[in-house]
């Protein structure tokens, strides 16, 4: 059960969460807390600490102070700490996916399973960080023209400082520790600032680092209002890094953040083109599981299919035949489609839905919502002048738009402002080749929706959708610098054989 057991002091006797600063579960000076509202029954489930500006600064002084012994921990030790919290989140997996169920109204397999792949992510990150952190590299003089081998420079990586982790709440779990595994195991300090809803999720997994027995200070989470402490977070002088997974929020960051290094994956509005010689019931599956997984809210999702004409008609009933296999319900119940996460994503989703419906697009389902829960819909011969052939809808709604070539295609790929993935369906592999280069997107699966993982993978996007890559050896190598120590030799030396 979430907040018992080995999680009982992460809340207080009026059942509001507390934040974790300095390796304590604090309650905050602010006296006021901010209200978690379950999307399934739509009433507060939980509460979490507003946390203050001042707050915030002492979070950062014992960041940087408890980094600087970290960084002088050995490899080895870092690597054992990070295997611990691993073991102890796959042994806490049902309270944490309880408290995803309930927040952000995940299925809960789904739930239990993002627990295990961030244990797994966890551990993995251990041993990628002992591999590639444990090595350097010896460069000499003589390999420029005009220098004798008189100079060796000794290069290695060393940590950023202190990293600030904005997940969002869709992986709220697995989000943060794709950032925290690799700071920690960097040598940096991480501070957390987990999304409202998710909050309660975050912090259970913090209590897992904390029962693994981090140094104080390295780790902190702080909980509170964005428009309170948000820009006081990420304009912090504290901050050396800034590692964020979101929508919109990220540009604005981006803009004010200053010259530390950014890791930025802000959304996508990802492309799946369906070729005449596509295997149509592969592309129908994929589509069904790309688009409506988790209703839609993910960053991978397939958010417009692309398919040509010929085959359209085709490929739409295989669709519908496989959506209406899908369940409709409560995450408790294990549904395939749950409820979105706020009243206010239902409402964007509902204007997309119904400015498609104004502009003639074909209903293959009846529209339906109750609440926040929205009935799984396909909509047909989608024009370009409609908001949802560009627009992200973060929900379990996607657009079929037919075109007459892979071109055409393509340009409506480009054409957006977004590049996170896309993906093609075609038996032909060298066309496959041709238009995965042509498409303007981090990454392009081919027979396969789009997906983020194995967590090894690097992740990026292009345009709008981010800055930097992630993928856990790239986030490593994100968050070090390169020093350099140069041996001047008091005249040439060469090796001999």
């Not at 509001?16 to 901010?34: M, R």
């Not at 958010?303 to 490929?315: F, G, P, T």
């Amino acid at each position: 059960m979430a907040g018992t057991g080995v999680f009982t002091e992460i809340v207080d006797g009026d059942q509001v969460y507390k934040y974790y600063a300095d390796g304590e579960w604090k309650k905050s000076a602010s006296g006021k807390s901010v209200s978690i509202v379950n999307p399934t029954t739509r009433k507060p489930q939980y509460k979490v600490q507003a946390c203050t500006q001042e707050e915030v600064n002492k979070v950062m002084e014992a960041a940087k102070a408890a980094q600087k012994l970290w960084a002088r921990t050995p490899l080895w030790k870092r690597a054992e700490h990070l295997h611990k919290a691993a073991a102890i989140l796959k042994e806490h997996k049902a309270s944490i996916a309880e408290c995803l169920v309930k927040e952000i109204a995940k299925p809960a397999k789904d739930a239990v399973t993002e627990v295990v792949r961030s244990g797994d992510l966890v551990s993995y990150t251990a041993e990628e960080g002992v591999r590639i952190l444990g090595e350097g590299k010896l460069l000499v003089s003589d390999s420029f023209p005009g220098n004798e081998r008189s100079k060796y420079c000794l290069s290695s990586k060393v940590p950023l400082g202190v990293v600030l982790a904005i997940p969002p709440f869709n992986y709220p779990v697995n989000l943060a520790v794709s950032k925290i595994a690799p700071a920690l195991i960097a040598g940096n300090s991480l501070v957390l600032k987990p999304p409202t809803q998710g909050a309660v999720a975050a912090l259970h997994m913090i209590q897992c680092f904390h029962l693994a027995g981090f140094p104080k200070g390295l780790i902190s989470c702080v909980t509170g209002k964005g428009s309170e402490i948000g820009d006081f977070l990420t304009m912090h002088p504290g901050v050396n890094c800034i590692s964020f997974t979101g929508g919109d929020t990220g540009i604005a960051i981006s803009k004010k953040a200053g010259m530390i290094p950014l890791q930025m994956e802000l959304g996508g509005k990802d492309a799946c083109i369906v070729l005449e010689d596509a295997d149509l019931d592969l592309v129908a599956s994929n589509i069904v599981k790309g688009g409506y997984s988790y209703s839609g809210q993910r960053c991978t999702a397939v958010k417009v299919v692309l398919v040509m004409e010929s085959v359209a008609d085709a490929i739409v009933e295989k669709v519908k035949a496989t959506m209406a296999k899908l369940s409709v319900g409560s995450p408790e119940d294990d549904c395939d489609i749950t409820p979105v996460v706020s009243e206010s994503s239902a409402n964007f989703i509902e204007g997309l839905v119904m400015d498609a419906k104004e502009k003639g697009a074909t209903f293959c389902q009846e529209y339906r919502r109750e609440g926040n829960l929205i009935w799984p819909l396909l909509l047909d011969h989608v024009r370009p002048d409609m908001r949802i052939a560009w627009e992200e809808p973060f929900g379990p709604v996607l657009p079929v738009i037919r075109i007459s070539s892979v071109e055409e295609g393509i340009h409506h790929c480009n054409a957006s402002n977004f590049g996170l993935q896309g993906c093609v369906f075609t038996r032909d592999i060298n066309k496959a080749i041709l238009i995965s280069d042509a498409m303007e997107t981090g990454t392009v699966q081919i027979n396969s929706a789009p997906a983020r993982g194995p967590d090894h993978f690097p992740f990026q996007g292009l345009k709008d959708s981010g800055i930097g890559s992630q993928g856990i050896t790239n986030s490593i190598n994100m968050m070090t610098k390169i020093k350099s120590t140069v041996i001047n030799l008091p005249s040439p030396s060469y090796t001999m054989g």
